[in-house]
């Protein structure tokens, strides 16, 4: 691949961030309509697409092992910037992107706002995450808590609104999902994923990179161009042109 082809891959990327520097004081993009042009995707609805655990023990990895593009979010459920990544920003883009197969999305969960702010409704959405995708409804049951996330000051994952939200997930509730979240049966996974996510960011950054943090088939988006995970347009372009062309994708696009 020469050099040239190399620098309008750069100048791509460039330009998706000078757009959205240019058009921050206005309104976002529409996010693109997520129905459209899916016939003959391979899964019909988030429900279909598989889920599990990573063999690190903390990593939930959904949708085609083989697609191209591999997105690793860090997330604190109880963050509000997480939720408008999730609700008005890239989360769309991606969930459509998944049920087509042109994308695999991994999380790493973290809790970390239950220490800054108080309280524990961190550590009870990831557990019970955890034990939503113990039933394989992790990737609905993420939605539903974004679409109903308290006020990051109010601690509002309680065990009795984890429960009524599980309810909105279509055969999530039971007795296992029920005491799992009860009993915090998975708080040794709230750890353990605390901790990767802490890990994450590095000698630099040793309480972890900040949320929400997207790393794109193995490149950090730097902290600096963060807005591009919520410009659709721009996320839909970047997501494309690294399906396309996966080895010209590097960190120095960014330097």
Known sequence: MGNRRRRSVASAVVMVVLSLALGACGTRAKASDADAGRAGAPYASLDDAPEKLGEDGTTIMVGDPD?????????DPRCPVCEEFEQRGGGPVLRDALLR????TEYTLASFLDDRMGGSGSKKAVNALRAALEAGKFTEYHEVLYDNQPEEAVDGFTDAFLLRLAGRVEGL???????AVKDMKYRSFVTASEKAYDRAGGPKEPTGPGTPTAVINDVRVPAEYGGLLFDTEGFTSLLALIAQRPQEWGEDLFT
Do not use: S
């Open 173 to 179: 509730r039971g007795p296992a999902f029920d005491a």
């Open 67 to 75: 697609a191209p593009v591999t997105v690793h979010l860090y997330e």
């Open 101 to 104: 197969g042109k994308v695999k």
